[in-house]
Nanobody, 122 residues
Framework: QVQLVESGGGLVQAGGSLRLSCAAS????????IGWFRQVPGKEREEISC????????NYAESVKGRFSIFRDSGKNAVLLQMYNVKPEDTGVYYC???????????????WGRGTPVTVSS
């Protein structure tokens, strides 16, 4: 059974840092494109970052470029999202997903976690 579990969310002050983890069971994340997505109530889910895996290409939303970094921990079969200099607008529920392609990533994700909430206070 495939399972993705996010962790690391919580309350953080603006300007602080947070590291989110996406741990997998039932599949080898090295073989998948992995995306991080954010959803805020009343808004559509947006792609934050995606790592294609095979060719090591990573994408970032403009709003997080230079502040967030996605990287893989193959030994733990996990993908991490390091968040620096967080802002109140980074608040939301963060989901990781595994799929085939980072182009139009959300439509190419096959497996989703249940999300971890992040709240950034000003």
């Amino acid at each position: 059974q495939v399972q993705l579990v996010e962790s690391g969310g919580g309350l953080v002050q603006a300007g602080g840092s947070l590291r989110l983890s996406c741990a997998a069971s039932g599949l080898n994340l090295d073989r998948y494109a992995i995306g991080w997505f954010r959803q805020v109530p009343g808004k559509e889910r947006e792609e934050i970052s995606c790592s294609s895996g095979m060719d090591s290409i990573t994408n970032y939303a403009e709003s997080v470029k230079g502040r967030f970094s996605i990287f893989r921990d193959s030994g733990k079969n996990a993908v991490l999202l390091q968040m620096y200099n967080v802002k109140p607008e980074d608040t939301g529920v963060y989901y990781c997903a595994a799929g085939t392609w980072c182009v139009d990533a959300e439509s190419h994700m096959d497996y989703w976690g249940r999300g971890t909430p992040v709240t950034v206070s000003s």
